[in-house]
């Protein structure tokens, strides 16, 4: 446990160190210059404006700070022979590489939590109505940022970091399809076509199901248990591909 | 005597390339005993398989066949880790660390803890002369202070098997002799120690044995004094008063000379001794030295490596 601590740690104070919460800074910008932009020229829908704005902006700026993150940090430490220390010393590689997907996670949740305060500051100076609704969207974002880190941790456990980017930005973007591609599976005659398209949709993350954001602009409800369910998926999806990742990094060889 | 090392019929073949695969053969059923307190050197041309053994004892890849024991158990026992101090060829620390930083971590992965690891860390950084540099981040340290770092970690849990792949590469004089002493007090300890090293002198200096490997194969293994006592001595003499000339009828008897000045450098074997000087004599020559030569480990590296009719590197298929 000592263990895992420590390269979870390390994890957070790489990261700290290297300057990535200089995203959060962005994030500020952005959202300020989007303010100012959506009062010069709206009058009715401000607030959707800004609720819309700033949960797409942290969003996109999790989301790549998560594929950042989770593709490049084992291929580097491989790279650059950092791993021979950690794998070498009574650790077993599975405990680095969960240790490595905590550190991640606590630097997300770290720039998270700042970019939410943010979020809500900028709202409450503006006067805008605070619901629910935006806390449930900032904490689907979280669970699908944990479900990005860890596909990303197994693309890259075995593989490059191109090859590990390129195949967790597809995941990314092909999830948040994956309730069309069960309508498209469903209604196509081609039964090899219906096959493949529904074994894609239980073999790949749902993303959708994560994603609350319009909820949010809309104001619409979302029950805790749906959010419940949704956190049980995505920890669970979470869980397979860092399980995954570490029988292939158990398996590699460090030339 | 207890085996700190031991692999048998160690084998590693490496599949390179994606659609046309070849395959490396880096080693070929090597086979070694290292016993416990020895420091073991392991010597060979670049390519011959010595850090592919090193990786395999470290379980940093896993060999095609055969096995290797470290203290009786599979170097993939967490037991077997929790012995061994690994400083790597070119070591690479992280750089966003301070030294006192990197060694607390690498002593918290290696089990330390509380007193017993703030006393280790400083102890460890003290010897490699490192303990008032210990808090500047890693990437403002030199390559000698690298070399420091990551032999401190190396040291830090104290370990009962020390491997250390070309600990002196890149260290100025100061670093190479500290390196030196510290595995001397290492083997006083009584800490196993697999030395890896291309400055041959050194290996001489430090190694109670050595293996040369090459093209994968284990070609020569022993004692150092005993391989070099195996080896034929030569005479060497510093003559003056005739040329190189005078020595034509004894040429054959000769392995070697030089003309350096007004002086000849004459190198013979030892049975030959009587043949060469009695012609130096009669020619009208003085001889200034005579001295037996001592064969040298880099003598006798060149000479296996020469005899092995291996090309330097792996073999292809």
Wanted: a positive charge; charged letters at 20%.
């Amino acid at each position: 446990m000592n263990e895992l601590l420590a390269i979870a740690l390390s994890g957070f104070r790489e990261s700290r160190r290297n300057r990535v919460t200089v995203v959060v800074f962005l994030f500020a910008f952005v959202m300020i210059f989007a303010t100012t932009f959506a009062l010069e020229l709206t009058v009715a829908t401000f607030e959707r404006v800004m609720t819309d704005v700033g949960l797409g902006v942290m969003s996109l700026i999790a989301v790549f700070l998560a594929i950042f993150l989770a593709t490049g940090l084992l291929p580097r430490e491989v790279e650059r022979r950092t791993v021979y220390m950690v794998v070498t010393k009574p650790v077993g590689r599975s405990k680095f590489v969960v240790g490595r997907l905590l550190g991640n996670l606590v630097t997300l949740s770290f720039v998270m939590a700042i970019m939410a305060v943010l979020f809500v500051a900028q709202m409450a100076i503006n006067h805008a109505t605070l619901t629910q609704a935006h806390g449930i969207a900032i904490a689907g974002l979280f669970l699908e940022v944990i479900v990005l880190s860890a596909v990303g941790f197994m693309f890259a456990s075995g593989s490059s970091q191109f090859v590990a980017t390129v195949a967790t930005v597809g995941i990314y973007f092909v999830g948040h399809l994956a309730p069309d591609l069960y309508r498209m599976a469903n209604k196509t005659q081609n039964v090899a076509l219906k096959w493949v398209g529904k074994a894609a949709y239980y073999v790949l993350p749902n993303l959708d199901r994560l994603d609350f954001k319009a909820r949010a602009t809309y104001a619409e409800p979302t029950t805790f248990s749906e959010l419940g369910g949704s956190a049980v998926y995505a920890v669970g999806y979470a869980c397979i591909a860092i399980v995954i990742a570490c029988l292939v990094f158990e398996r590699r060889d460090f030339k | 005597m207890t085996l700190a090392v031991r692999t048998e019929g160690l084998s590693k073949t490496y599949q390179l390339g994606f659609a046309l695969r070849r395959s490396v053969r880096a080693l070929q059923g090597l086979s070694l005993s290292i016993e416990t307190g020895q420091v073991y050197g392991l010597l060979g041309p670049n390519g011959a398989g010595k850090s592919t053994t090193i990786k395999i004892l470290l379980n940093l890849i896993k060999p095609t066949s055969g096995k290797a024991e470290i203290f009786g158990a599979a170097p993939q026992s967490p037991e077997v880790r929790r012995s061994i101090g690994f400083l790597p060829e070119n070591p690479a620390p992280y750089e966003y660390l301070s030294g006192v930083e990197f060694v607390t971590y690498a002593a918290k992965l290696a089990g330390l803890s509380g007193a017993a690891l703030r006393t280790r860390v400083d102890k460890v950084l003290d010897r490699v002369g490192l303990s008032r540099a210990g808090k500047l981040q890693i990437r403002r340290y030199s390559k000698g202070m690298v070399q420091r770092v990551s032999l401190a970690q190396a040291l830090v849990a104290e370990p009962k098997l020390l491997v250390l792949d070309e600990p002196t590469s890149g260290l100025d004089v100061l670093g190479r002799q500290l390196i030196r002493d510290i595995i001397q007090e290492q083997r006083a300890r009584g800490t196993t120690i697999l030395f890896c090293s291309h400055i041959i002198p050194d290996v001489e200096a430090l190694c109670d044995r050595v293996a040369v490997i090459i093209g994968g194969n284990l070609t020569k293994e022993g004692r150092v004094d005993e391989l070099l006592a195996r080896q034929d001595s030569a005479m060497e003499a510093t003559i003056e008063g005739i040329a190189e000339a005078a020595l034509e009828p004894v040429k054959a008897s000769l392995q070697e000379v030089r003309v350096m000045g007004p002086r000849l450098l004459v190198r013979f074997p030892n049975e030959k001794q009587r043949e060469v000087l009695q012609r130096v004599l009669e020619t009208g020559g003085t001889i200034t030295r005579l001295e037996r030569t001592r064969f040298t480990l880099e003598e006798l590296f060149l000479k296996t490596v020469k005899e092995s009719k291996t090309l330097v590197g792996s073999d292809l298929t």
